[in-house]
């Protein structure tokens, strides 16, 4: 079945609006590796692209060039006696192309924008040369530069120092895939999976469009996780390692924070991670925090009523949290490991902590449900030395949704024990003052509900796992 573009309808606005203006656009587009950046930006402009080249990974200059001046000659026509050796050649060969073309509007998609800045390459200052002195000034030009190595993007070009200083027209940051989105991309490859197991799927790949490409719709969500991670060859055995060592050099520090925040669902502060990694206190774990959350595999929050100084951390990249739970303590040998595992208590405790983060990056959808879509609110986690509250929704209404969060297979049921501890965390939290005086609402979300009980009406709204596509 043919790939169709599901969602990025505001991404597909911005772009049009600079492709209908009368004003050159120079478009930053960057996101996680495998998001879908690079279709988006080709399926949207097919038959528009005036120019498009990509970087290669792990080379030299001169073969960059040689690619370069191939797909010159074979989108543009140029003669081997008009090939360039340096960048600033490049973009003066691209520029007389772009003076004689007759087309309305040039769309010039240059992608893996990060891979070309090689060393003593010159490739920044090009660019800035092309941009600054020629092409900004014109009304037929639209440049899209593209990147997943997402702190590279935003400080060589989004926040750039030098002659690219706020030359950046529009920043497209491109997210995975919502479970609605999710559903939509499944459905189209022919699936007729329940909203069930498509969070099932979810958890283990995220909103990743190359990732759920992988998965074969004749088969079940179970017989899908075990084929692709854990048979022989399977598809996503080395993804983990070749996804950061081509977004980071030395990687191992990223893998080290990762693997920490792995052991922690909910987060940790800076010096729990420093504890775990073993790494240094120094400029260096903070630039590894910064490339991590820029590149969105981590998330940093600030904790309700807690001040900036103690931020949380979160791994909030799907797969990642997988591999780090599972593939990296099974032999390779074991190739039926989650069919075996499937619903064991190794099973449950990393599907709690998965279908949580699947709520946190659901919160829009949460409040939806809540119907305080309208009003403004924060999202906020809260713990103290008594209680810990996965999602608190502080509406400006003052309200507070105090949200908890259960995976279960079926209704969950609501214990006396469990239902005392609920009260003890709502009485923590209000004695906390932390509230301010506003209404409490304890909210719970679970896959199917709760099963009525003499003890469910502790929660004032049930929210299910329909309510999050």
Known sequence: ???????????????????????????????????????????????????????????????????????????????????????????????????????KKKVIFIDELPWLDTRNANFVQALEHFWNGWANMRSDVLLIGCGSAASWMIKKLINNKGGLHNRVTRRLQIEPFTLSETEAFLKNLGAQYSKYQIVQLYMVFGGIPYYLEQINVSHSDVQNINTLCFKSNAFFKSEYDLLLSSLFSHHQRHQSVMAALAKKGSGMTRSEILSLSKLDT????????????????????QAYGKKEKDQVYQLIDFYSLFYLNHFSKVSASDTTYWIDNFNSSKYFAWSGYSFELVCLTHVSAIKKALGIQGIGSEAYSWRSGEAQIDLIIDGKDNVVNLCEIKFSLGKYKLTKKYAEEIQNKINSFISSGDS???????????????????????FINQIILDNLF
């Open 436 to 458: 301010k005086n506003k209404a409490v609402f304890p909210t719970i979300i679970t896959t199917y509900g709760l099963e009525k009980s003499i003890h469910s009406g502790i």
């Open 1 to 103: 079945m043919a790939k169709i573009l599901i969602g990025r309808k505001e991404e597909i606005d911005v772009l049009d609006d600079c492709y209908r203006s009368n004003s050159a656009h120079f478009v930053a587009v960057y996101g996680r590796r495998r998001v879908g950046k690079t279709f988006l930006v080709k399926s949207h402009f097919e038959g528009r692209l005036f120019f498009t080249f990509t970087g290669l990974a792990n080379s030299t200059l001169q073969k960059q060039i040689t690619n370069f001046n191939v797909e010159m000659a074979q989108q543009l026509s140029i003669s081997s006696e008009d090939f360039v050796t340096d960048w600033f050649s490049a973009f003066q060969l691209l520029r007389d192309k772009i003076t004689k073309s007759k087309l």
């Open 282 to 301: 120094g400029g260096t774990t903070t630039n590894v925090l910064k490339e991590l959350e820029e590149s969105s595999f981590i998330r940093r929050y």
